[in-house]
């Protein structure tokens, strides 16, 4: 395979994150709920604006994976008050790491979170916390493959439907 490359998102590929979030989002989730949910959730998470206001955010990051100049997966993560629960500035929030079907299995997940590692630990966090569906094994298991260790749950609204997530966790040691 050839190498990829995991770049800053600019404003101006605010297309493209739309694609990819909406794509791999969908690809991961529909089978797991309803359509009405699944629409709901992608028009209000994935418009222009709010991932406008998301990428304007300095608290805020996004990171695309690519592979011959096409996007395959991306990174999202939280610093500071952007953070979605804890919002404790020694902490970084992994909020998504998506990769687009065809590519699991190849590593891509992997480098996305191993970059988000690298900037935690140049933010000199001391931890990195996520939250994961629980139904979502595949996802489960790779952070617990990584060290992340279960430390709450919390609701996550998908549409009209309440799911249950795993909180996790990873001490970094800087």
């Given amino acids: 395979m050839e190498t990829i490359e995991i770049r800053k998102i600019a404003l101006n590929e605010i297309d493209q994150l739309q694609k990819i979030g909406r794509q791999t989002f969908h690809d991961t989730f529909s089978e797991s709920n309803s359509e009405e949910n699944m629409k709901k959730y992608l028009d209000e ?27 395959i997966g991306y990174l999202k993560i939280n610093f ?36 988000a590692i690298e900037i935690a630990k140049n933010k000199k966090s001391e931890y990195v916390w996520l939250g994961v569906w629980e139904e979502n094994h595949r996802a489960v298991s790779f952070y617990k493959k990584n060290g992340f260790v279960e430390f709450d749950k919390h609701i996550f609204r998908l549409g009209t439907d309440e799911q249950t997530d795993l909180m996790m966790k990873l001490k970094l040691t800087n």
């Fill in 45 to 71: 998470k994935f418009s222009i604006e709010k991932l406008t206001a998301e990428l304007s955010n300095e608290d805020s990051e996004f990171y695309f994976a690519i592979l011959e100049s096409e996007v």
């Fill in 80 to 115: 500071g008050e952007t953070q979605t629960e804890l919002k404790d500035e020694k902490a970084l929030e992994i909020e998504r790491i998506y990769v687009s079907k065809e590519f699991h299995g190849k590593r891509v997940g992997q480098l996305l979170y191993e970059k």
